[in-house]
C-alpha cells in the first residue's frame, strides 16, 4: 500500500466520518428545528389569542376615545355658552345697578324734600289744631312784628295771625310737594 493509497483510504474515512457527522448533526438540527417550530407554532397561537382578546380592547379604547372626543367637544361648546352667560349677566346687574343710581339720584332729593314737607305739614296741624283747642284764649290780631317766634321743642300759643302765616307756610309746602310731585311724574 503505498502512500497514496493510504491517504486515499485515510480520506475516505474522513470524508465518511464527516458524512456521517454531517448527517447526525443534521437529524440533530431537524429535531431542534421541530421543537423550535412546535415552540413557535405555541407562541403563533398565543399571539392569536392575545389579538383576539386585544382586538375588542382596542375597538372599546377607539369607541371610548371617540366618545371622550365628543364630550370634551360638548364641554368646549358648553363652556363658551356658559361664560357667555355669565358675560351677559355681569353686563345685565352692571347696567342694573347703574340704573338703580341714576334713579336714586333723581328720586333721593326730592324724596327727603317731601318727606321734610309732609312732616312740616303735620306740625303745621298739629300746633293749629293745639291752637284751636287751647281753652281761654281769645284771637286777636297782631302786625307780623309782635308775633312771636315758633319754638318746636315748647308749645306756644299762636294768635290769629300767627294761624294764617302757618297756613301760608303750609301751603306753600305742600305747592312743593305738588310741583316735586309732578317732576318725579315726568322721569
Do not use: C, W
Not at 491517504?7 to 448527517?23: D, G, K, P, R
Not at 324724596?111 to 314737607?117: E, T, V, Y
Not at 286777636?140 to 297756613?167: A, G, M, R, V, W
Amino acid at each position: 500500500m503505498t502512500f497514496y493509497e493510504v491517504l486515499n483510504n485515510v480520506s475516505i474515512i474522513i470524508q465518511i466520518i464527516l458524512f456521517i457527522t454531517l448527517i447526525i448533526i443534521i437529524i440533530y438540527l431537524h429535531g431542534y428545528i421541530k421543537k423550535l417550530m412546535l415552540k413557535v407554532e405555541g407562541l403563533q397561537d398565543d399571539v392569536n389569542k392575545f389579538k383576539i382578546t386585544v382586538e375588542p380592547i382596542v375597538d372599546d379604547s377607539r369607541i371610548l376615545v371617540k366618545k371622550l372626543n365628543n364630550i370634551f367637544g360638548k364641554v368646549e361648546d358648553n363652556l363658551d355658552v356658559v361664560t357667555n352667560t355669565v358675560e351677559k349677566v355681569r353686563d345685565t346687574v352692571d347696567s342694573i345697578i347703574d340704573i338703580e343710581q341714576r334713579i336714586q339720584r333723581k328720586i333721593e332729593v326730592p324724596l327727603f324734600d317731601s318727606i321734610n314737607s309732609v312732616s312740616a305739614i303735620f306740625r303745621g296741624v298739629k300746633v293749629f289744631f293745639e291752637r284751636i283747642k287751647s281753652p281761654g284764649r281769645q284771637l286777636k290780631s297782631k302786625t307780623p312784628s309782635e308775633i312771636p317766634e315758633i319754638n318746636n321743642e315748647e308749645d306756644e300759643i299762636l294768635f290769629d295771625d300767627e294761624i294764617q302765616e302757618e297756613f301760608n307756610d303750609i301751603n306753600k309746602e305742600l305747592n312743593e310737594v305738588r310741583k316735586k310731585l309732578e317732576e318725579m311724574k315726568k322721569v
